[in-house]
């Protein structure tokens, strides 16, 4: 039998508000527990300390019948009416008023105060924990009425309980593990299992001592903390580190006077995030080994006490570190930061929330263009740790994110931006490769989102409708899946792999996708667009070994107004196309302009017929550009119609000898074959031990590579050089500055 129509439907609308509710109404049922737990726990000892009162008076009551009785009439009316006791009485009875006092009132206040201090900052659902012993005890009950209702609700509902357990996990797991009360009697159990020797009563106070400090911290405590960690392993020392660094991690939060330690020393701080971060993952890995397989898979047994019991311990500790890395700036705290979450994943596994905040910051660390190479490398190394030990839901989780952060991470595109933008996009393109089968579903939803958006503005016209399309976020997400296709369709890695990728399918929606968002709008201005699309596409036919037909599109180009018309002079800087996709206005019907489109048209015709160069059909391939280009070359070549522009003709006439000469060599080895064309291995083997170098266009374009290779290291060296003025100047404006304030002027 399926699932009811109305369950589907409470699961679709009111599903997480039912599990919020739920949450909120046991976390306030429990506290009010707790709560009256206490005040009858306090009443009881009242009402016993009241009872050893009351026997204790009546003892001496009794003392002092049997003095009077031992006394004669007159010695007890010479006494003057004296209570025989009463001083002993009554300082007996003031000493177990101190002694009682402090046992149910302020001691024990002061200790839950600082239990709930130490907890400010952190996030509730997942590194929330219960404060104080008395907490721990009173809270048992009604975990254990929890269960039961977890349990009812399961025989009850055995549908909804399925979809708890797969959806969350941590609900199901509510208070099956301790506080941090736990992790000392922990740590006391194994001080007593290992064969070291015994330690004195005052050498253990000592040690106590050290490890639980004043409110402020100072740097010998934190060294104790982390020779502890160090040589004994010690829980009890890791406890603090994890709550110093909590401190240390929410210290722009406020509420600072409330909390247990307070860090002023910027000396200390720094040790503080050290120790945590470098010995909190050495002490887990050793009470918690993570073993690993071959494949990569990692295993931490979860169903332990131990691990249920360090439970609160590390989510305390991971929720400090996404903290943290909301708030560094340093490129090397960040970096260290970031390095330190790697030994932490196997442990996190399980706490799918905790785990999906961290992915998001993450990811928003690697797509930041203002990071270093180095600290952005980190971050794609956690993402692809996560790819490679998670499971489907942590995977997809991770390629959406990253997804997300190409895309976020792409909106500003610069000559400054791009290096770091080919990186993001290149560190994703891996990540999208480790478990294509997941990567197939999560990207085909991606490439039909492209799809509705370019179908949207072809059907439905606007002055505004092409903004969706023409955007440098939606040319370099064309771009990034073209990478990943070209990356992971290669026939060489599916020949190694020994089976085809799963993700060729996709080459074929989303080289449509590429060419009609290219003839859009068909425009001078957008030139710059067509040619980005261009390169995308050229990657995946080098890559794939598929062939994409792109000659039509260029030779649009050249037949546009703005290359048949003669140019008008300008002095304008030469347009850089790799960070262009839409030209000024101001640079329309130039000479610079021009020459640049043409030389952009040249290459990119070039390399596309390098890709078939040593093709067996190149000549037929070949023919009708050949023509077109010729064609071409004639009008614009007319004294009394054409551009009047004689550098891009000798650019195109150029590229036309190149091709021919390459069609000449191909026939004239096929002249020499003996077989069929409906022989295919044959066909496909032609000239298929000859370098693509070799022939007379690959040659060419060799060459041309070359070139264009030393003039961008000659303007970048350039950019470098202007960079390098600009903060001289600035400096020496700002060192005249300063010398015309300090110097008085004459006049005065």
């Known amino acids: 039998m399926g699932i009811k129509k109305s369950t589907k439907k409470f699961e679709k609308n009111r599903l997480r508000d039912t599990i919020d509710r739920r949450r909120e109404f046991s976390k306030v049922k429990q ?105 721990d005890e009173s809270g048992s009950d009604n975990l254990e009425a929890h269960k039961d209702q977890l349990e009812a609700l399961k025989d009850k509902d055995p549908e909804f309980y399925k979809y708890l357990k797969e959806n969350d996990a941590e609900l199901l797991a509510f208070g099956d593990h301790g506080d941090f009360a736990e992790i000392d009697e922990l740590s006391e159990a194994e001080g007593e299992e290992a064969p070291a020797a015994k330690k004195s009563k005052k050498s253990k106070q000592r040690e106590e001592t050290d490890l639980m400090p004043e409110k402020t911290l100072k740097m010998p405590v934190i060294k104790q903390w982390q020779k502890s960690m160090l040589s004994q392993h010690s829980l009890r020392a890791t406890r603090q580190a994890v709550l110093a660094f909590r401190i240390a991690a929410y210290v722009d939060e406020g509420d600072n006077e409330d909390r247990k330690y307070t860090i002023s020393d910027p000396d200390v701080y720094h040790q503080v995030l050290i120790t945590a971060l470098e010995e909190v993952p050495k002490v887990l890995n050793y009470h918690l080994p993570v073993k690993e397989t071959a494949g990569g898979k990692i295993r931490v047994t979860l169903d332990s006490k131990k691990f249920k019991t360090l439970t609160p311990l590390i989510k305390s500790h991971v929720s ?43 990811v928003g660390h690697w797509s930041e263009a203002s990071n270093t190479e180095a600290t952005r490398i980190t971050a794609f190394l956690i993402l692809r740790k996560l790819l490679v030990i998670g499971d489907a839901g942590i995977r997809e989780a991770v390629l959406k994110a990253s997804y997300e952060g190409v895309v976020k991470g792409s909106r500003n595109t610069s000559v400054h931006t791009l290096p770091g933008i080919n990186l993001m ?65 290669d026939p060489l890695v599916e020949a190694k792999a020994g089976k085809q990728c799963a993700l060729r399918p996709l080459i074929y929606p989303v080289v449509q996708i590429i ?32 062939y994409i037909p792109l000659s039509s599109a260029l030779l649009e180009v050249l037949n546009s107004a703005e290359m ?59 023919l009708p550009v050949i023509v077109m280009l010729k064609r071409w070359l004639k009008e614009v070549s007319s004294r009394s119609s054409g551009n009047k522009n004689p550098k891009v003709s000798q650019i195109f006439m150029l590229l036309v000898q190149k091709i021919e000469a390459n069609c000449r060599w191909v026939e004239e080895r096929r002249a020499k074959v003996t077989f069929a064309p409906r022989n295919r291995a044959e066909v496909e083997g032609f000239l298929k031990e000859t370098k693509w ?48 304030e300090d110097d008085p002027s004459d006049g005065e």
């Open 515 to 546: 060419l009609g968002a290219m003839r859009l709008i068909p425009t001078a201005q957008y030139f710059p667009l067509r040619f980005q699309l261009t390169r995308s596409l050229l990657r995946l036919s080098l890559s794939t070994g598929t």
């Open 31 to 135: 506290r009010h527990q707790v709560k009256d737990k206490k005040k009858a726990k306090n009443a009881a000892k009242l009402e016993e300390a009241a009872r050893q009162e009351s026997e204790k008076k009546s003892t001496s009551d009794a003392k002092q019948d049997a003095s009077f009785a031992d006394m004669a009439v007159d010695d007890f009316f010479a006494g003057g009416f004296e209570i025989a006791d009463a001083p002993a009485a009554t300082k007996s009875s003031k000493k177990q008023k101190k002694d009682v006092a402090p046992k149910t009132g302020k001691r024990k206040r002061m200790e839950e105060k600082e239990e709930v201090d130490m907890q400010a900052g952190t996030d509730n659902d997942d590194s929330e924990m219960e404060s104080g012993e008395e907490s």
């Open 693 to 740: 170098d070799t022939t007379p266009l690959g040659a060419f374009v060799k060459t041309q590579r070359v070139q264009r290779a030393e003039r961008a290291k000659l303007l970048e060296s350039t950019r470098e050089q202007e960079r390098q003025n600009k903060k001289k100047n600035k400096a020496d404006d700002s060192e005249d500055a300063s010398m015309a």
């Open 564 to 622: 048949k018309k003669p140019p008008k002079a300008s002095t304008l800087r030469p347009l850089d196309f790799s960070t262009t996709i839409r030209t000024p206005k101001s640079y329309l019907r130039t000479r610079v302009y021009q020459d640049g489109v043409a030389e952009e048209v040249s290459e990119l015709l070039s390399e596309y017929f390098t890709l078939w160069t040593k093709n067996i059909a190149f000549p037929e391939l070949a």
């Open 425 to 489: 996009k290149n560190s994703a393109a891996e990540l999208w490769g480790i478990d294509q089968n997941i990567s197939y579903t999560t990207g085909f939803t991606f490439i039909r989102q492209l799809a509705i958006h370019l179908r949207g503005s072809i059907t439905n016209p606007t002055k505004d409708s092409y903004k969706a399309v023409y955007n440098w976020q939606y040319v370099h997400s064309l771009d990034f899946w073209s990478r990943v296709l070209a990356a992971h369709c």
């Open 320 to 362: 400090s570190i996404h903290q943290l890395l909301t708030t560094l700036s340093d490129a090397a705290a960040l970096k260290l930061t970031i390095s330190s979450i790697e030994p932490m994943l196997p442990y996190i596994l399980q706490f799918r929330k905790l785990l999906k905040a961290l992915i998001k910051t993450v």
